[in-house]
């Protein structure tokens, strides 16, 4: 928009000094650069054809293609968890392959271009530098230890891409380096090829650290895994015991659900039974036998259940708490009813209550309060 405001002299200076840079760079990539041919013929020589690296690729550009051929949004967490995506649900109940398939799910396709992107520009020369077991064994470690970082970092939190293992590549590439520049031979990089590598490495580097869909902990990670991949027994055995820790997680979305389902169920039966008591089908007495007999004993097998969920993860746990608190003060509140039935011979109505009966009032408003906090709580969880 600013080009098109220009008048047309300003129009045709910014237009030269544009070609005049694009003829620039061609000329210099058209020079013969005796060392950076060097470098290539010898990692031609050394290995001629690459295949890891497109193999990679390829596996991440047919799990996005086969996404968008599929119903669901790319950015639902929903979605990114069915076709493999690291969640803290799964994968620490026994879905341990999340850690892994995660690095071919991505949530767009410009995040799966920059990744594209990076990984071809080193892949093919670790390919050929390092050799092919190494460059796989490195990104899948990398990867894992990725994922798993950001599962310990932020539990709650869905990870994917493979930012994570390219990091490792970018690692694997700098000790590399650092190695050939002391052992000097045919396919050490010169300085001027490395040099083409920095604003490929600063886009890729700079954009998922600001995406953060591995996060920041987690792709730090890969790098160093990068660094250290001669030592790749050390990285499985710290691999494994990181992750013993992590297994065992409950959701408690459903036993929630199940503890408001079970009060509107209580509450409908009620309601049912006081119509009779009114209309003369029921004595006060069986009203309150109706509470003690049934509704306090389902309360308390709803507090028993939740008392036994084991494995609740930290960010859940004030929800329990919370749910723990809503069943104590409504079986309080049926237990103050149920007195009041026996005593009074009738239902509590307003204007006639007794001082009891006004504690009971209040015991029943903060019982409806927590419920609202924990319906509202209980709307936020997700599969991240």
Do not use: C
Not at 223 to 234: I, S
């Amino acid at each position: 928009m600013v080009f098109i405001a220009m008048a047309p002299q300003a129009r045709a200076r910014v237009r030269e000094v544009v070609l005049a840079s694009i003829s620039q760079l061609r000329h210099e990539a058209a020079r013969n650069r005796p060392d950076i041919d060097q470098f290539r013929e010898a990692l031609r020589a050394r290995t001629r054809w690459a295949f890891v690296t497109p193999a990679l690729i390829a596996g991440n550009v047919t799990v996005l293609v086969l996404m968008l051929a599929r119903p669901g949004a790319l950015g639902d967490p929903a979605t990114l968890a069915n076709w493999g995506g690291n969640y803290w649900l799964g994968t620490r109940n026994g879905e341990w392959w999340r850690l892994a398939t995660s690095m071919f799910v991505h949530a767009g396709m410009f995040q799966l271009l920059v990744n594209v992107a990076g990984l071809t520009q080193i892949g093919l020369i670790l390919e050929r530098l390092v050799g092919r077991v190494i460059v796989v064994a490195v990104f899948l470690t990398a990867g894992v230890f990725a994922s798993l970082v950001n599962l310990i970092t932020h539990p709650m939190a869905m990870s994917i891409g493979a930012s994570g293992a390219i990091f490792g590549l970018y690692g694997l590439l700098a000790a590399s380096s650092i190695w050939g520049m002391r052992h000097r031979s045919d396919v050490t990089m010169p300085l001027r090829a490395a040099t083409r590598l920095v604003p490929g490495a600063v886009v890729f580097i700079l954009y998922n650290l600001a995406n953060d869909s591995v996060g920041t902990a987690g792709e730090f990670t890969g790098l160093f895994v990068g660094r250290v991949a001669h030592v790749m027994a050390a990285a499985v055995v710290m691999a494994v015991s990181a992750a013993i820790p992590l297994r065992g997680v409950t959701d408690v979305k459903p036993e929630i659900k199940r503890t408001v389902a079970a009060e509107d169920r209580m509450a409908v039966a009620y309601q049912k039974a006081a119509e009779r008591f009114k209309s003369g089908g029921m004595t006060a007495e069986a009203l309150a036998l109706l509470i003690d007999g049934t509704i306090i004993p389902e309360l308390q097998v709803t507090d028993a259940r939740l008392k036994a969920l084991v494995g609740v993860p930290e960010e859940h746990q004030p929800l329990v708490a919370n749910a723990e608190e809503y069943v104590r003060l409504r079986s309080e509140s049926w237990r103050l009813r149920s007195e009041w039935l026996r005593k009074a011979g009738r239902a509590p109505v307003r204007g006639s209550e007794s001082a009891q009966h006004k504690a009971n009032g209040r015991t029943i408003a903060r019982a409806e309060e927590t419920q609202r906090a924990a319906l509202a709580a209980l709307g936020k969880i997700r599969p991240t």
